[in-house]
Structure formats: structure tokens, C-alpha cells
């Protein structure tokens, strides 16, 4: 019997990747993967053929059907994430959305026959706070994937839905955004954190793209019909703010603070389109009592699903917990 293909659109992103990695350790029910990219002659896709055993990696592009129905012929499965951030959204005479590029991207997988079909998606962000926090990129996905269901044709549609990435830490670029942490002291010598308030109960979702959501997805594509038609929280850890900084103190011996920015609004993004819907996304988490995926956060699923990747790894079934803030930090910022 010949093994199950599975094609992931997006093989280099951070997620794409992530995914790939995991299902290429499967070693109890093997799957063959295809991955799409733009160029293949790219640095990150050459690195990932080191990295991917086996990956017949092709040359698609979202925005071109037939490359796309090319790239999932033959494919039993699909995992897609459509960027919000595409560059071609930031040219301001562009009419087409991330939701015509999602449709694209459902048609093509439509006509190759793909029959499961899990996408990085998101509730919708509007519906959920009665029209009081709406965010585009949210509500854009909610369409794609509400799309997906809508054509009936694949026999499990599965949202993957991922958290705050614990990576977002790691940009140094970013960091003065958000009080130059965790690179930069301040005058007293504390690394300063400054977020808006999360909302509810603070209980901020975070998630290692690099460690967990891969593990996450493959766990999906175990048991596709369980998860039908479901929303699954990629979630590694549930901490405050606060909590954030106490674990980052621990791991790495440093002081730190949390300081609040009063009003979400107030947030100083300059005017950069990705940190506009990290902006707004604040002001969506406070206007739903912290409820980012529309639900009560939980993490014992994406623990589940991550067990059940692991285990079909058979002799490489190792790290088959979620990571932690603190072993984040410790692997990141060792002490000095």
C-alpha cells in the first residue's frame, strides 16, 4: 500500500516548515510530502531539502491555480497558511485580499481531489465580539476557512488555529516596538516588556512554532475525521504577562519588568501593516475577555495531539511535551 501525500503550501515559513519537519519523522504510518515555494533556488528552500528527507519540493504560487492544482495532485492531504502579510498587500493600488488568494488556493485543492484540508486559520474576530474588535486578518481567515467547509468536497476540514509565538521574542527587529525586549536594558538595567493588557484573566496563549505546532498538525492528520470541522488551539503554554517576565527572570537570571500600555490604542506601530493587526488584535483580545480563538483557552489539546505525533515517530518518540516559557527562554537567552 502506498503511502498517504500530503502537500504543504508555504514549505518555508515558519509553519509550513514547522509541519514538515514533524511528518517527515513518522516512522509508524510514513507519509510522502510535497512542499510548495515560490523559488526553489532560495537559500531557505534549499536548506529545508537538508532538513526534509525525501520532500519533493515544487515551484507554486498561490496566486497561479494551475501551479496550485498542479502541487496537490495526487495529495490526500493538505496543510495551508495563507500570509496576511504578503508583500503584495502592501502595494496600496492592490484590489485582491488574503481572502481571493484563499479561494484560489481552496479551488485549486478542490479540483486535485484533496480530501483532508487543514488550514491555519482563525475565528472570526467581528462575530465573536459582536462587531466591537473586529481585525481583518482574523476575519479573512474565518472566511477562507468557513470557504473550505462551504465546497463540501474534502472529507475533513481542520483549523489549526496558532497562538502568540514564543518566536516573536527572537525579533531583534521588533523588540523596540515592544520596550527593546528581551535585548536591551533599560537605564536601571531591567529588560522592560510593553504590551497592552491581553484581557479576561491575562491568560496570554503562547506557542513554539518551531517545537510544537509542527507536532500539532501531524497529530490532525493522524486522525482527521476526529478533529472535522473543528477549531484546534495551537497552544504551548498559558501565562500572563507577568508570568512571562517571572519565567524569563528564572531562565536567564536577568531582572525584568512588565509594563502595561495603558490604551491599546496608544500602541506605537509606525505605521507597519503587520504590527497594525498585532495592534488591533489587543484591542480584540480585550473587547472578548481573552478569547482569541472565540473559546476558552485550553492547552491539554495541542498536548494530546502532540503525544500522538511523537508516538508515531516510534524510535525517535522523544520531547513529547509542550514547551515551556521558561525552556524557551533558556535555550534563547542563557544566563550570563
Known amino acids: 500500500m502506498s503511502h498517504k501525500l500530503i502537500t504543504v503550501f508555504g514549505a518555508t515559513d515558519a509553519q509550513g516548515s514547522s509541519v514538515l519537519r514533524s511528518l517527515s519523522q513518522n516512522t509508524i504510518t510514513p507519509f510522502r510530502l510535497r512542499g510548495t515555494t515560490r523559488n526553489p533556488s532560495f537559500d531557505a528552500s534549499k536548506a529545508l531539502l537538508t532538513q526534509v ?3 519533493d519540493l515544487v515551484q507554486a504560487d498561490g496566486w497561479d491555480k494551475a501551479s496550485m492544482v498542479a502541487a496537490f495532485r495526487d495529495a490526500w492531504g493538505a496543510f495551508v497558511n495563507t500570509n496576511s502579510d504578503d508583500p503584495v498587500f502592501e502595494n496600496p493600488e492592490e484590489t485582491r485580499t488574503e481572502v481571493d488568494l484563499g479561494r484560489l488556493i481552496v479551488d485549486a485543492a478542490v479540483e486535485a481531489g484533496i480530501e483532508v484540508f487543514v ?22 481567515k474565518h472566511a477562507i476557512g468557513k470557504y473550505v467547509k462551504f465546497t463540501g468536497a474534502s472529507k475533513a476540514v481542520v483549523l489549526a488555529s496558532p497562538g502568540w509565538y514564543f ?4 525579533n531583534q527587529e521588533l523588540a523596540p516596538v515592544f520596550g527593546d525586549f528581551p535585548y536591551i536594558p ?3 538595567g531591567t529588560y522592560v516588556l510593553r504590551y497592552p493588557r491581553w484581557g479576561g484573566k491575562e491568560d496570554v496563549l503562547l506557542i513554539s512554532i518551531a517545537e510544537d505546532y509542527g507536532d500539532i498538525v501531524h497529530g490532525i492528520f493522524l486522525e482527521p475525521e476526529k478533529w472535522d470541522g473543528k477549531l484546534v488551539q ?19 537570571g536577568k531582572t525584568a519588568r512588565f509594563d502595561e500600555v495603558p490604551k491599546w490604542q496608544n500602541l506605537e506601530v509606525y505605521g507597519i501593516r503587520a ?26 489539546t495541542a498536548s494530546q495531539l502532540k503525544r500522538s505525533a511523537r508516538e508515531a515517530c516510534g524510535r525517535r518518540y522523544t520531547n513529547a511535551h509542550l514547551s515551556t516559557t521558561e525552556n524557551f527562554f533558556k535555550r534563547g537567552f542563557k544566563a550570563q
Open 234 to 252: 495551537g497552544v504551548s503554554d498559558i501565562k500572563s504577562f507577568n508570568e512571562v517576565i517571572a519565567a524569563f527572570e528564572r531562565a536567564t
Open 53 to 55: 528527507s525525501g520532500l
Open 275 to 300: 504590527l497594525e493587526t498585532v495592534k488591533l488584535m489587543f484591542g480584540f483580545c480585550q473587547e472578548s475577555g481573552a478569547r482569541y480563538f472565540g473559546e476558552v483557552t485550553e492547552a491539554e
Open 186 to 188: 533599560s537605564e536601571d
Open 119 to 140: 488550514y491555519s486559520g482563525l475565528n472570526s474576530a467581528r462575530e465573536i465580539t459582536g462587531g466591537k474588535g473586529p481585525n481583518k486578518a482574523f476575519d479573512d
Open 167 to 170: 518566536e516573536t521574542f527572537l
